[in-house]
């Protein structure tokens, strides 16, 4: 069974630094590109950031470029988001999510979020 | 980048109906366009691809249409777990991927 586990999220102010964990079981980690998205509290869906299979190409929203960071340790099965920087609308729940690698390659299988808060 | 529009924002609809929700790109994204279906607390759910492809275990009353900047998601004959948020994503333009605003389907 696929699954995605988030964690690193909590309270943080503004200026300050958290890093985001995504555990990953149930599939082949080192073949998958893999995303981060974010949903601010009742808000839609924000891609974050995305990193191909070896964490040699990366991408970033503009909101976020320059602050946060994506990495991967495919000998532990994990993806990470470093952000810094925070600013009070980086506030939200943060997914990571698998590239399904087929098709539109849509994002197929999803965690269940790890709240960050900014705020001082 | 590419705006996805969504619409309508919400909806109400009784248990049997029959719906459907538009999405529109701000410019033509082919097919590269995939469904999502959320629920309150929980990760989205990935249901169609390519816009009209269903995704494996997903129920065939759902279904996906459109090619290029109008697509839609119809979903017959509805069931009590269909209400939630569903959400629309383009992958033709990538960095950034966006998503629609989402569409909240509640019942009547």
């Known amino acids: 069974e696929v699954q995605l586990v988030e964690s690193g999220g909590g309270i943080v102010q503004p200026g300050g630094s958290l890093r985001l964990s995504c555990a990953v079981s149930?599939?082949?980690?080192?073949?998958?590109?893999m995303h981060w998205v974010r949903q601010a509290p009742g808000k839609g869906l924000e891609w974050v950031s995305r990193i191909n299979t070896y964490d040699s190409f990366t991408g970033y929203a503009d909101s976020v470029k320059g602050r946060f960071t994506i990495s991967r340790d495919n000998a532990k099965n994990t993806l990470y988001l470093q952000m810094n920087s925070l600013r009070d609308e980086d506030t939200a729940v943060y997914y990571c999510?698998?590239?399904?690698?087929?098709?539109?390659?849509?994002?197929?299988?999803w965690g269940q979020g790890t709240l960050v808060t900014v705020s001082s | 980048d590419i705006q996805m529009t969504q619409s309508p924002s919400s909806l109400s609809a009784s248990v049997g109906d029959t719906v459907t929700i538009t999405c529109r790109a701000s410019?033509?994204?082919?097919?590269?366009l995939n469904w999502y279906q959320q629920k309150p607390g929980k990760g989205p759910k990935f249901l169609i691809y390519?816009?009209?492809s269903l995704r494996n275990g997903v129920p065939l009353r759902f279904s996906g249409s459109g090619s290029e900047t109008e697509f839609t998601l119809t979903i017959s004959s509805l069931q009590p777990e269909d209400f939630a948020t569903y959400f629309c994503?383009?992958?033709?333009?990538?960095?950034?991927?966006?998503f629609g605003q989402g569409t909240k389907l509640e019942i009547k």
């Open positions: 410019q033509s994204i082919g097919n590269s």
């Open positions: 994503h383009q992958t033709y333009s990538t960095v950034p991927y966006t």
């Open positions: 149930g599939f082949t980690f080192s073949n998958y590109w």
């Open positions: 999510a698998r590239d399904a690698n087929y098709g539109s390659d849509p994002f197929d299988y």
């Open positions: 390519g816009a009209s």
